[in-house]
């Protein structure tokens, strides 16, 4: 059914509101990446079948007419706390379920939705405290802001029906109805939204020199969401889950700056990110609000997908224009810049997922409201993926100018299995790490740049003591080296460079002067790389040399690896005082390099063993050392 | 396994055949063969009017086009950062070591197993995970890696 006017779209919102009102239980299984990989479809499969065999009225789509009392079974947008899934939410009750199985089905439908029971077992415990209504009470959601993310666990995150009826696509109706591009663009503008994608560039302005070029034959209006960074996968839940949200901001930035054609690249490794944004483009172009004359206001707008091929360097901007295109995605040399000459070489604009599915808010609610969360120069909410060795790993969404330290205790917990804190990785490859000097560092693009990292698209990796930074650094030129496009010297040519020299030093046979020569070639790339990636693939560098000097040091001089990790320079050794001779490492021992009788210390012989590192694993007594 | 141009045909039917096309044209295909055949490159250069180099330049910039057969059981070993830090490598080890592969091998002599490494499958909060095909699972350990490999080994009848 095409809505051909305001009218139309309106009264279907009022129904599709109706219908959600009729609904006697809610249930929301978590469809995020994280759940699904730990078996949510199966327990979506299994509601549907157990609540029907109950002989309960179930529906999951309105497209079913549902009767009064209905039970409605929906996939939603990633919960956030990917540790516990696979999660289900259970409305209106705002019940909370943990690492529900398919098993765990039948005693959920006969308690809870038939007689509104809680069932114990399932809800999250932590330290003799019960979590039931988790985004509300859980430590992990208290500090955060859920607004981009608030129909998340919420709403499903297939049905453009539960968008509209919970106000979707209002902001586009205003946009086109009530407003003139320039009072979109000067609203954008005024709420100071910038780019989520990591430059953190002001959207409204972006848009304001796309808007004045004539658009002969044709504007592009294109969504990155190549999010490549390893440990950021924020967008991905975006598009997973309200993919509604993005593409509204997409057609209203379509109307602001006069563009009719839109692109969304996405990276072929979500597949799921894919299949849930080709559901939500035909149900938007269904409904009319994708196409040609959108609610009968003369403005046009068409939207697809292009995937990708995996190719990190075609996050960056020109090269995500020439893959657009059929091309190598290789990026172009600037100016001219992409507003200008992008896509096809006509004027494009081009922002991150994050940042589209911003604006519908911003129109709808105002600049004001906007600019009320957040810090006056980076105002907003940011979302980041919480990972590493951190208890609660997940999806945060927080104001912009939260410190670290809220991040890291308060909404993580603190680090894993009681490890202490060394660092975070923030921003990926082109990013750098954050320590503990940092930890009241407020983040946002300003703050967080002016210590030699940045906030990128919003990946924080935390790491312990056991983390070596010199080892971190490697995997990260080990990973740009691979992702290098070729194109310029010094990039193709000086990150393999540096990467072999910190091969050497992870290896004990690294000099001082290594690291003079690391600085002066991290400096060459910086200056001279055509392009993003080339500019600051020596950041992880750099911020390392710069924040553990001395760790490098350790390695090029004493030949040891303080944490342990690199396995030429530390040998394991068991600590008689803790040994109690239990004889679990000789058992466990792989080349049976450890001796000993039991009741009294072993000893491991260093010429067989092989570091695998199964004795300290198996050990009990934290007897066994590296040295 | 022969190239059947017809299929190639309704599938640059599908997108039209544009060279700005060239990327999804060879998904599709690879979706069929798990490969790009040379004969099927060269004819879709052909109809898109392209030279055979140009096709063969995009095809082998992108990680995700492959111009060898792949085995049976695809398993990509995450090595992104959030992987990383949780001990991936030693994941990754003790799937060379029971695969009986090499560091560096792509596919098993038998045709049973292609060991990739990649840089983030986006499940970073199950810290480090495997794909097997289009599976995804989470939380692996060394044990957990190389009771995966002996339960495929075991329904391959490989010893």
């Keep these: 059914m095409k809505f051909n006017n305001v009218e139309d779209f309106k009264a279907a919102q009022k129904k599709f509101a109706a219908i959600l009102g009729k609904e006697k239980n809610r249930v929301l299984v978590c469809s995020g990446t994280g759940c699904m990989a730990a078996g949510s479809k199966a327990v979506y499969e299994k509601f549907v079948e157990a609540i029907k065999a109950a002989g309960l009225p179930c529906s999951v789509s309105m497209q079913d007419e549902p009767e009064e009392g209905y039970f409605n079974v929906k996939k939603c947008g990633c919960i956030g706390c990917c540790e516990l899934g696979p999660l289900v939410r259970i409305d209106p009750y705002d019940l909370f379920y943990a690492h529900v199985t398919a098993d765990d089905v039948d005693e959920i439908v006969e308690k809870t939705l038939k007689n509104g029971e809680v069932v114990e077992r399932l809800v999250v415990n932590e330290d003799g405290v019960s979590y039931p209504h988790l985004t509300t009470d859980f430590p992990f959601y208290k500090k955060q802001t859920r607004n981009l993310m608030e129909h998340c666990g919420n709403i499903s995150s297939e049905s453009i029906e539960e968008y509209i009826a919970v106000g979707g696509y209002d902001a586009l109706v205003k946009a086109l109805f009530s407003m003139t591009s320039d009072e979109i663009i000067a609203e954008v503008s005024n709420s100071g939204l910038r780019g989520r994608g990591g430059a953190g560039f002001p959207a409204g302005k972006k848009w304001e020199q796309v808007a004045v070029l004539p658009a002969d034959p044709v504007k592009y209006v294109v969504c990155n969401a190549d999010e490549g960074d390893p440990g950021a996968f924020m967008d991905c839940s975006v598009m997973e889950g309200d993919p509604h949200r993005m593409i509204e901001g997409m057609i209203i930035a379509g109307i602001a700056v006069g563009g009719e054609v839109g692109y969304i690249y996405v990276r072929a490794e979500y597949p799921q990110a894919v299949a849930r944004l080709t559901i939500a483009i035909n149900q938007a172009r269904e409904y009319g609000l994708l196409g040609q004359n959108i609610l009968g206001s003369g403005k046009n707008f068409e939207l697809s997908l292009s995937k990708g091929a995996g190719a990190f360097v075609c996050g960056e901007g020109s090269a995500l224009a020439n893959s657009i295109e059929g091309k190598r995605g290789t990026p172009r040399p600037k100016p001219p810049r992409l507003v200008e000459k992008g896509v096809f070489d006509r004027p494009t604009v081009l922002n991150n997922v994050e940042t589209y599915a911003n604006v519908p808010m911003i129109i709808e609610k105002g600049a004001d409201w906007y600019k009320g969360f957040g810090t006056e120069g980076s105002p907003g909410t940011k979302t980041f993926s919480l990972t590493g060795n951190i208890k609660h790993t997940g999806l945060i969404e927080v104001p912009m100018g939260t410190t670290l330290r809220t991040i890291i205790y308060d909404i993580g917990g603190g680090l894993k299995e009681d490890r202490v804190f060394k660092a975070v990785q923030i921003g990926g490859p082109s990013g750098g790490c954050l320590t503990n000097e940092h930890l009241d560092l407020p983040l946002d693009f300003d703050s967080v740049k002016q210590v030699g990292a940045i906030i990128g698209s919003g990946g924080l990796v935390v790491m312990g003591t056991d983390t070596c930074m010199v080892e971190i650094a490697r995997f990260f030129m080990n990973f740009t080296k691979k992702e290098s496009c070729g194109k310029c010297t010094t990039c193709r040519e000086g990150v393999p460079r540096i990467q072999a020299i910190l091969e050497r030093i992870t290896k004990g046979e690294g000099t001082m002067d290594d690291l003079d020569m690391m600085q002066e070639l991290a400096d060459t790339i910086k200056t001279c790389s055509l392009c993003g990636l080339g500019k600051t693939a020596p950041n992880p560098v750099l911020s390392t040399m710069r924040y553990f000097r001395d760790e490098y040091i350790a390695h090029v001089v004493d030949k040891k690896c303080p944490a342990g990790v690199c396995k030429d320079l530390f040998v394991y050794q068991i600590n008689p005082d803790k040994c109690i001779g239990c004889t679990l490492c000789a058992r466990n021992c792989p080349v049976d390099a450890i001796t000993g009788t039991l009741k009294q210390p072993h000893h491991i012989d260093t010429s067989k063993c092989i570091k695998c590192g199964t004795c300290k694993a198996n050990c009990r007594q934290n007897a066994i050392e590296e040295v | ?159």
């Design chain 2, 1 to 159: 396994m022969k190239t059947d141009f017809k299929l190639i045909d309704s599938i640059l039917e599908q997108h039209g055949s544009d060279k700005s096309k060239v990327i999804g044209i060879m998904q599709d295909i690879q979706k069929e063969y798990r490969y790009l055949p040379e004969d099927a490159l060269k004819y879709v250069a052909d109809k898109v009017g392209m030279s055979y180099s140009k096709i063969y330049g995009v095809a082998t910039f992108y990680e995700n086009f492959s111009l060898e057969g792949k085995g049976k059981y695809v398993i990509k070993c995450c090595n992104g950062t959030a992987c990383h830090v949780r001990k991936s490598d030693d994941v990754q080890a003790a799937l060379w070591e029971a695969t009986g592969m090499k560091p560096g091998q792509h596919t098993s002599a038998d045709g049973v197993f292609t060991i990739e490494r990649v840089s983030c499958l986006g499940s970073c909060g199950l810290a480090p995970t495997v794909m097997v095909n289009d599976e995804v699972h989470s939380k692996m350990t060394p044990d957990k890696m190389r009771a995966l490999v002996q339960e495929i080994k075991e329904k391959e009848g490989v010893k």
